[in-house]
């Protein structure tokens, strides 16, 4: 049983392009985040929603739009893609909303490459 | 800045010797967790320790917090070919809820069999 998982788990394009990554969680969790991780495995948080509503939204390009259609789904829609976007993109979630005070589950990632 | 930084970056290790790894950070906390990453794989989570408390064990692990210091350690003990891994400290600064939780730098690990 696969608790979050993320499509597709690879992902090539070109620069310029508009691509999607679709997240789902089935541990019944209220809250969902997008992470980046570059090459040097910095993990840094995007976004944050909590049963569809976003809550924590760091300083990413306006490019980058998630979207909530439910709680169990988070997905995240990039346009116009730049080289710099590179990076393995991993969906978790949680309980709770308090970053802190509860374990993250993560997906397996998605591993984007912009040529 | 990054709220959490792990020491030392990589660390090569027999089998069956002991792990120390080392997290420090700037900030007040309510809790601290560490977590796991497989090559490939994403985060999982292994512990986490209140910042009421000193120690916390789970199976292998132990898992230190010095507020004071404002420090933490992870040590794996009787490691394992498995164990090979990336671990990273993660905290989230004091606050009431909608905290975000902030990852270190990494330690990675390899256990030579």
């Known amino acids: 049983d696969t608790a979050v998982s993320q499509t597709p788990k690879y992902l090539v394009t070109q620069m310029g392009n508009d691509k999607s990554i679709k997240c789902e969680q089935n541990?019944?969790?209220?809250?969902m985040y997008w992470y980046k991780q570059d090459s040097k495995k910095f993990l840094k948080i995007m976004f944050s929603y909590n049963n569809k509503e976003l809550i924590i939204n760091e300083t990413v390009p306006n490019r980058f739009s998630p979207k909530s259609p439910d709680k169990a789904h988070l997905n995240l829609h990039i346009n116009s893609l730049e080289l710099g976007d590179s990076a393995v993109y991993f969906c978790a979630s949680s309980l709770g909303t308090s970053g802190g005070e509860y374990e993250q589950y993560f997906g397996p990632g998605t591993r984007l490459t912009v040529t | 800045s990054q709220q959490g930084e792990e020491d030392p970056q990589a660390l090569s290790i027999q089998e069956g010797e002991n792990a120390t790894m080392n997290c420090s950070y700037k900030?007040?906390?309510?809790?601290l967790q560490w977590y796991r990453q497989n090559s490939g794989r994403g985060l999982v989570h292994l512990i986490l320790i209140r910042s009421n408390e000193r120690e916390k064990h789970s199976g292998r692990l132990r898992v230190t917090l010095d507020t004071s210091k404002k420090s933490s350690s992870l040590l794996i003990t009787a490691s394992r070919a498995a164990d090979t891994a990336s671990y990273f400290c993660?905290?989230?600064?004091?606050?009431?809820?909608?905290?975000?939780?902030?990852f270190g730098t990494g330690t990675r690990l390899t256990i030579i069999p």
């Open positions: 993660a905290t989230a600064s004091s606050g009431f809820g909608n905290e975000k939780l902030t």
């Open positions: 900030t007040s906390i309510n809790n």
């Open positions: 541990l019944g969790h209220d809250t």
